[in-house]
């Protein structure tokens, strides 16, 4: 159990890091929207913030004024319940308020969820500000992969900073690991913070099935396309297929062909291919078309995570077989917090793991994350299985 | 396992059965496609027709030559792959090939069929057979609720016929089918005719639960929408929602309201809503929002499968909470048949059970159906589960 | 004026040529509206009935008795304001009511207003009478276009009738016409039926400029085609490049290539291209294009009505530069009539002349025909015109 | 004619207002495009400034280098021929280059076309210039509009500086001016600079008609608005029904309703309406249908051009009946200046006149300003006309 003081430093350090992120920016990468699913920088700086101000400082925190009374519509995620001044804008349309202005009220709420800490906590607290951490280290990662996002489909391809974002394979030590058919436990054990959705742990009855110790690489990719396989639709789902043709999708994203040779943007500008790293920025229909064209197919998330203590994982997310959905007795929480947190989702898949745009202590082994198939802005990647 | 001879009725009946649908209608009925789900009636007697010629006559009855050498392009599922005299066209659009000459193209393949199965058979194509009969079994489904589709949609609601497609729920005899916590096998044993996204058979574990042993009401609907269920945001997933709010839904399919009561269009024509009768025509979205609103849940497809002998069923179509996702070492199978049946698809739940407008030897207890969630023009309905 | 006889006669003839349009068609062909500027040719039969009953016969035949009481609304063209029972639908959707009922209300509100016209009349009913024959008449001219798309687009390529609808073009005896800069009186002179839109009759004043006695024909589009003309932006409106781009316009309409070969689609089947007759489904801004490329213009509508005289015209639609605007002190009319016919347009662009699907009577030298720049399935072409 | 001297202090003076109008921006104001027809400030700065350097640096300028390779591709207006690193992106997601990096651009350019006038001028340059210099003008307007809409559309409804935009106009004095029957002279008459579309000019032919002296104000709208003249489609073109409905239009942009009070933003913040102001912002949908609800109409662009020396204008760009066509005999200007100027445009309405955010030097009697009907982000307002 958390103590006040590592809780502090845990807040402190989360709200920090946020920052530091942010700091190769300019002022008006902060600000734009490329696609629906991106949000400009400045918007999860604010939204995280607001967070605080919502669940915690407004409530329990004696005598506290809010920094501004339009942010908590600015900065929440859902615009649709508003009064009489509605006007036609996306977060993507907001220049104000400014970052400067946003970087007043991160250290206003910061400084005042350091009262409400060191002077007025209670520990009922506790799991509020622990959903609150989680919850911005959640969007530090967003923050990462919205930043490539809108670096990387600049004309100009600037550099974000010394990263390099790539990760290696070795396919020489590559092995299929061996699992046999029985009931596993899943799901979170209950120390330590997790999220509702990991919960609660329950049972699950796997048929026997092997799993690759690494995950696929560049190099196998570009056999996959120079063996037509985005041009084949015998590999592909039906929605896949669509996607492809409709996007003329025919490389992962951030590659492109110059000279007979695959390029790629990375956090630290364009390079080439390294056929040995691991293929990354694809989408799980891409990743379902490359089992196929394989002959095998994506574990689910139970057969990930009855593995994992058997390779070596944590730099890509990885697609799953498995559709996200509820786990048996799953209990939405009550009050505001359940109404902010538990959305229920259809038609997005789960993936396993974590990236190299995970923050320290947000990755593990029974974290779910979820994203339709289409989507590929993540560090996403694929590991192969095949039922024995 | 069938003899030729009872493969021969299976098939004659089963043809004669698809005419006798259309039996009520008028020529322009079949001519007609309301929404993109829903296809024109004589396209489903040409495409069902269409699947023997192709895998069938055309490779294995001695000299056969085809009806008419655009069909195939006409009645194929998909019209990726065409030759020089792309037209802008889909189903709807066809006022060609008339109904007559779809009549005479019946006739003319069913006659064929007969002369192969009589005189040319081989133990090889008895699978290849049953696959298109129940090929065309399931359009028959699709067509009685498309056509209920075309008619109820039309400002004059014409009758059909006189079928009376409700269907009446005992609330009295209603129970908690409890079922402990064990593996329970699942998926087609192998006997008799089935598709092969129910196989292969397999254990799977399933934590304690109850499920209902009747299917929910209209009168529990009604309350459902009394109580604001169709607009308490807090009930339904994020594209539930969007669908309801970009769709105007309020009410179940077909039910409008005249000087404060429902009414609902059926095949027998409009007539008021019976509380006693399941709810039918409601999309995944709907069932779901209900089940919350209830603090109940969906059964899983498993979970429906294991209990399924201990409740009534077959009178409508159960949505479950399961994504239709392949079972363990599933097999796509080889040659053209796999092309065209093995379509990989996501974003869609799966419904057990079966329903009024299933042909008969059409329902299995291991059928799998498989629909967006979006969709409701089925004669879809759900029964609630929980944990426990 | 019309005698209640000759108006008698007028009106049979016109309810008597609508029905030999349809002649040749399947009942299936009646049906169905493959793009939303095609009508079922049911809906053309009873639409221009319904106006009859509506206009005429509800309001001034003693006793009269509506055919069906939902076909005023089934046969409105605006299905804006709508009662209880609105439903998902439109004319291409409308299987009911049938071919044969439409001819029942045909036969029945032809044979009532016979018993008007014979016994009833008044003066001040045959300017509405008129309205309605008109109606009709321009109903007949957009039946058999929508009936030459809804074949044309059919991959069966069935034959309308032997009509041949090439009109051809003598380039020997092509000259320029040349016009003298003065002031031009144009519009309708008011003996014998104009729509409003020709009124009042004014003065233009028209700079010098020359106008073409020959339509383009097919021999000079080749040339286009051949020089690149679909691809160079430079010649296209803005709307009109985006236009070519989004629908991969590359020839006009019913054109299609097969060995080297540019073929066609006419009310008589496929047949080949001749070089010397009149260009034909072409769009504005390909008339507009062509033109470009050539270093000369169209005409406004004003320049085609002063020329009209010097040259030969009535088989095609002649684009013009001209949008469609009133006429300087146009009044729109009064009542239900004015609430009909009266709509105001934007964004059409004026066509003159008349083309062979015009029926007799209907084509005058102030006729102004109006569509959107990028529609062709009416029998459009072009005349070229210069400033001097 | 301008001397080198005057041209110079024109570029110079123009190039610093252009940075005047940004000065009360934020950085991230700059970088925003909420709507398609609104372009980010920063863009704005840096194409008027690519301008001279495609045009005029880059090939008079002995020994010039560009600032920049990529800005050309960047800060041209159209995207459409690229090279190999197409990215996805619009000008509302380019966060580089920054404002400063822009600033440093203009200041680049500005210096190197002081250089280019000053020491290598050549009479043949002085067109170009001209209209590069007018390109800018036309731009500050542009700019001021796309800052009003980027503020006015952001929730904290930021003011932009002290200016009033309102303008009051006087009916005490309003009057018809009679206007006769007669032969008029328009467009441009060659002495000073015009744009190529005001030319050549021509003689028109106008009936007898009366015009406004005054604009409409504010409170003939409330009365608009009060009479339902946003609820009467009888009042609509059919496309502006349809813009009406889609949009939920019911008052002009700006406005919103507050306890039964309209208030508006103006570019000093939220304020009420004046009844005695000009309307503004509205779409020539709306400027029409207040004109037929009054039972008036718009004048043509012709008739305003005839009356202008008898009333005020000026404050506000003024929607006319009139279609955007170009001029008979109109001459498409030759070379890289025509391909960038000569653009044709359909479905356009001219606007005459000018408004209190056209920069100095840039009104003309003649100058034809035009955009899609649908559009009201420019100071639009309208004056009444009638046919005698």
Known sequence: MNTKETLLDLFLDTRKHSEAICKPLQKEDYVVQPIVDVSPPKWHLGHTTWFFEEFLLDSYLPGYKRFHDQY???????????GARVVRTDRGNLSRPSVDEIYEYRAYVTQHMAQLIENHWKAELTPILEIGIHHEKQHQELLLTDIKFILGNNPLLPVYNQINDEVFVSKNTSKWIKMPAQIYEVGHKGEGFSYDNEQPRHRVFLEAYEISSELVTC????DFINDGGYTNVMLWHTEGWDWVQKNNICAPMYWFEE?????QYTLNGVTGINKSSAITHVSYYEAFAFAQWKGLRLPTEFEWEAAQESFNWGKRWEWTESAYLPYPNYQKPDGALGEYNGKFMVNQKVLRGSSIATPTQHARTTYRNFFHPYLRWQFTSLRLAQSI
Do not use: D, H
């Open 72 to 82: 908590a519509y600015v900065f929440n995620s859902y615009y649709e319940s508003i």
């Open 219 to 222: 190099g196998e990719w570009i």
């Open 259 to 263: 000279n007979n040779q695959w390029n």
